[in-house]
């Protein structure tokens, strides 16, 4: 079993910036594509972000392209998403998941893909 914790979530305004930090069990870590989703109030959760084990490959919904950045660092477990130019709509619980290995473009932005899933952490964005 697979444990993926977050950290880093908190209030910040319009324009500011915040680091999302995700500590994983997963052994080995380099094997298993890491991925963001968001769940924002009365919505359904919807994907973020996702970076392939070896992080060479990394894939973004159009929503935040430019200002999110996917990063890992396989030797400390963790996965980050660096969150630049925040605006009130990215006012969220942000999911650090996984779906194991890299399923491809289409089916990692799917949450049936996911085996594993973080507790969340939340993001406001004030205007």
């Known amino acids: 079993q697979v444990q993926l914790v977050e950290s880093g979530g908190g209030l910040v305004q319009s324009g500011g910036s915040l680091r999302l930090s995700c500590l994983a069990s997963?052994?080995?870590?380099?094997?298993?594509?890491m991925a963001w989703f968001r769940q924002a109030p009365g919505k359904e959760r919807e994907f973020v972000a996702a970076?392939?084990?070896?992080?060479?490959?990394?894939y973004y919904a159009d929503s935040v392209k430019e200002r999110f950045t996917i990063s890992r660092d396989n030797a400390k477990n963790t996965v980050y998403l660096q969150m630049n130019s925040l605006k009130p709509e990215d006012t969220a619980v942000y999911y650090c998941?996984?779906?194991?290995?890299?399923?491809?473009?289409?089916?990692?932005?799917?949450?049936?893909?996911?085996?594993?899933w973080g507790q969340g952490t939340q993001v406001t964005v004030s205007s």
């Open positions: 998941a996984s779906p194991g290995g890299w399923p491809g473009f289409a089916r990692v932005t799917m949450r049936r893909e996911v085996d594993y």
């Open positions: 997963a052994r080995p870590f380099t094997t298993y594509t």
């Open positions: 970076i392939s084990g070896s992080g060479s490959i990394t």
